[in-house]
C-alpha cells in the first residue's frame, strides 16, 4: 500500500497537492508535515509537525506511518533567499540530503522533490530554453536547486533511490498566499485586482516568465509519480512548461473581467532575478517520456482564478 509523506505541506503547492494526493490515495495514507501548524483543511487528516533539518524526525514519521513515498517540498524561495543566503543553503541542501539518506536506508518507494527555472541563468539560452544546456544560477535558491539536481542523479545511479523531479516555472494558485518567490507578483495581482482595482509591480510591464497554473503543477506531479519508471529518462529534473507572460499580458487578461483595473511599475531587486530565467520553457522531453500535457491558458487560468477568489473572499467577509 501506498503510504505517503509530504513535507512543506503548508505551502502554496504542497496545500493543493496534498489535498490531491489524498483524493489519490485516501486520506488515511497521505501523512502531510510542516515546521508549523497549518491550514484548517490539511489539519482535519493526518498531520505531523517536523523540521526537515531533523534526520531523526524524519526517520521517526516514516516508521510510524509506514511511509513508502516522500514528496520533500520544503525550501526557502528566491526572493527569500537573498535576504539570508546561508539559512537558504542551509535548509535547501540539509534537508533534501536527509530524505535522500533515509529513502536510500529505507528503501522508499518513491521520492519527489521540485526543482525550479531558477537553475538557469544570464547564459542560458532565454528562449525554448532546452533540456540541457548551460545552467549558470546566480540567486542562492537556483544554486541549492541546480546542486540539488545533481545529488538526485547522483542517489539514483548511486544507490538506485527513484527520485523523480520537475523544473517547475513559475506557479499561480490562490488557495494560499505566495512563499516569497521572484514570480509571486502572478498570485498577488489577482488579489489586488478584486479588492482594491489596482496593483504595483516589481517587475517591468515587458517582463516574460514561463508561468504555470497550480492545478496544472499537481497534474504534472502527480502524472510524473505515477509513470512508468521505464518512461523516466531523466533523473535530476524535467523542464516543465504551460505558458509564458508578461506583467502587461496578465494584466489585459484580468481587465477583461474587471475593466477598471489598473497596474503601475516599480522594478526591484527581483527585476534582476527575472531577467536572468529563461522567457519558454522547451519541455518536450517531458512530453514525450510520460505523456505531460497542460489544460490552462492564461485567460482559462484567469477566469478561474477571479471566480475562485471572489467566492473565497465573500466566505472570508461573512465570518
Known sequence: MTKVLVIGACGQLGFELTLALRKLHGSENVIASDIRKGQEELMNDSFEVL????????????????????????????????????????????????????????????????????VFGPNTPQNNTPQNCIMDPNTVYG????????????????????????????????????????????????????????FECFLSANTAL???????????????????????KIHSSYNISAISFTPEQISTSIKKYIPD?????????????????PNSIDDSKARNDWGWYHQYDLDKMTEEILKGLKEMLSIEENQ
Request: hydrophobic letters at 40%; aromatic letters at 12%.
Open 51 to 118: 523540521d526537515a533539518m531533523n534526520k531523526m524526525d524524519i526517520i521517526h514519521l516514516v516508521k510510524k506511518h509506514n511511509i513508502t513515498q516522500i514528496y520533500h517540498l520544503a525550501a526557502v524561495l528566491s526572493a527569500k533567499g537573498e535576504k539570508n543566503p546561508g539559512f537558504a543553503w542551509d535548509l535547501n541542501m540539509g534537508s533534501l540530503s536527509n530524505v535522500l539518506e533515509v529513502a536510500k536506508e529505507y528503501q522508499l518507494d518513491k521520492i519527489y522533490w521540485p526543482s525550479s527555472i531558477a
Open 143 to 198: 544554486i541549492t536547486k541546480q546542486a540539488g539536481e545533481r545529488w538526485c542523479e547522483y542517489y539514483f545511479n548511486k544507490y538506485g533511490v527513484d527520485v523523480r523531479s520537475l523544473r517547475y516555472p513559475g506557479l499561480i494558485g490562490y488557495k494560499t498566499m505566495p512563499g516569497g518567490g521572484t514570480t509571486d507578483y502572478a498570485v498577488d495581482i489577482y488579489y489586488k485586482a478584486l479588492q482594491e482595482r489596482k
Open 210 to 232: 514561463p508561468m504555470m497554473y497550480m492545478d496544472d503543477a499537481v497534474k504534472a506531479t502527480i502524472d510524473l509519480m505515477q509513470a512508468d519508471a521505464s518512461n523516466i
Open 261 to 277: 483595473f489598473e497596474i503601475s511599475y516599480k522594478p526591484d531587486f527581483r527585476q534582476n532575478i527575472a531577467d536572468s530565467w
